[in-house]
């Protein structure tokens, strides 16, 4: 399927959130995620499913000051 992950194509056969996140070498990283604009709390990734055109945006914290 063809989904949007900040902002670029990605074409993956991933079902679920967190299998995404696996594929991109993003599996084990603290991030926030949201689909289609909704926040996905970490604990409900392994259920999130994905579908064909869904907008997926992965933020790392940051710090500073």
């Known amino acids: 399927m063809k989904i949007i ?3 670029e194509a990605v074409h993956t056969a991933s079902p ?3 299998a995404l996140l ?3 070498g993003k599996g084990d990283a603290k991030v926030a995620t949201s689909l289609n604009e909704a926040f996905v709390p970490k604990a409900m990734r392994d259920t999130q499913a994905l579908a ?3 907008r997926i945006e992965i933020v790392a914290p940051r710090q500073g000051g």
């Open 5 to 7: 992950v900040n902002g």
């Open 22 to 24: 696996a594929e991109l």
């Open 52 to 54: 064909d055109g869904d």
């Open 16 to 18: 679920t959130l967190a």
